[in-house]
């Protein structure tokens, strides 16, 4: 796998650093994810391929620990607000001139500067800071954020796990390490980067919900079937809308594509209701038409195109992105759940310490080992 070899030392957080972290694991990487001694709620729903060791870094031993493990590390994630790790004494000063190849990522909503640095937030907030947000949801609406996807996984796990593949290979020629500044504010705008740069093209130009792309045209739209399930229809250019007219039996007088575009809606809704989704697909499967089903997540693994792909995994889960030819990423066939400190005398172990030094740390409750659960 690509980035085998790869050491990750992961501080536990919620769901964007550990699906950072799971992309790295995917790709190769050994991911060692910190946790804290003492029960508490583990948010980690993707530590497959992950270990845990649990620290208590309010003692000064439990942070030794944590330098120690990233003095041979290649990368190091952390979210939390900034200057929390350089008040433990785990800044990226310290860390980088002790090992000066670490990737210190840092993932944060606002970043490490400027006035929102150290203030709360989540996804819908960094969206709305990030100018995507307002182009998001159907006329006379609010803005509508969908879900937790485009600033915490979309512009916080996968650009940051971008720049730390990134530094990786610059540090291939540069022998160095350096900071990531991954701010899930910029990240959501990155992604937006063509919402930005078309500002002046014709699919815009109106409010938000009136427009070629965003719920505004009924070419654009999805459409409740008579068995209360979607159909997707993106018959945006005109060769495909002519396709999507034929395969309905209509003609361009029945449903003109640049007429009112909400008296169209009205009509395919009308025309979509007359029929179940599966009798849909058999309409439209194998032409160029763009109408596609909408699938619920159960769904997904049966579907003849994700079958033949081989697009998602026996459980569920989708299969690691994009498909390498050489080295593809290979998801863990572990859980996605890991309780805390599962690995943590295994870890210490390989680090060097000794059976006399684990004992005594776990006595201190510097560090916890979970209990080993039976298999019978």
């Not at 307002?134 to 996807?149: D, F, Q, T, Y």
């Amino acid at each position: 796998m690509a980035l085998r070899g790869m050491k990750v030392i992961e501080l536990a957080g919620l769901a964007p650093a550990p699906v950072c972290g799971m992309i790295l694991s995917d790709f190769g990487a050994k991911v060692i994810r910190v946790d804290k001694v003492g029960s508490g709620l583990n948010y980690d729903v993707t530590a497959r391929g992950k270990r845990s060791i649990a620290l208590n870094l309010k003692k000064p031993e439990g942070v030794d620990i944590l330098r120690r493990l990233c003095g041979s590390a290649d990368v190091l994630i952390e979210p939390f607000r900034p200057g929390v790790m350089e008040r433990l004494g785990l800044g990226p000063d310290t860390l980088i001139k002790e090992n000066p190849k670490l990737i210190y990522a840092r993932l944060t909503g606002f970043g490490q500067t400027g006035p929102y640095k150290d203030m709360a937030g989540h996804d819908i907030n960094y969206l709305g800071l990030s100018g995507v947000l307002a182009s998001l949801g159907r006329k006379h609406e609010n803005p509508i954020a969908p879900v937790n996807l485009l600033a915490d996984f979309a512009g916080g796990s996968f650009t940051c796990a971008m720049g730390i593949m990134a530094a990786l290979l610059e540090r291939t020629s540069s022998g160095q390490g350096q900071v990531i500044d991954s701010c899930m504010v910029e990240g959501a705008a990155y992604v937006g980067s063509w919402l930005f740069a078309s500002r002046d093209m014709f699919v815009w130009g109106q409010p938000r919900g009136h427009n070629l792309l965003d719920t505004g045209a009924h070419f654009y739209e999805t459409y409740k079937t008579k068995d209360g399930k979607y159909m997707c229809v993106g018959s945006l250019e005109p060769q495909f809308y002519n396709i999507l007219l034929e395969k309905l039996n209509i003609t361009d007088d029945d449903l003109p594509q640049f007429d009112d575009f909400d008296k169209m809606k009205v009509k395919l809704t009308k025309i979509f209701s007359e029929k179940t989704r599966d009798e849909w697909c058999e309409i439209f499967d194998g032409t160029d038409a763009c109408v596609t089903p909408v699938l619920e997540q159960e769904e997904t693994v049966d579907h003849p195109q994700n079958k033949a792909r081989g697009s998602f995994l026996e459980n569920g889960m989708p299969r690691p992105a994009p498909l390498l030819s050489r080295t593809p990423a290979v998801a863990s066939s572990s859980s996605n759940n890991l309780e805390f400190g599962s690995h943590t005398t295994e870890i210490l172990t390989e680090a060097g310490f000794t059976d006399e030094d684990i004992g005594e740390l776990l006595e201190k409750r510097i560090i916890e080992q979970a209990k080993i659960k039976s298999k019978l």
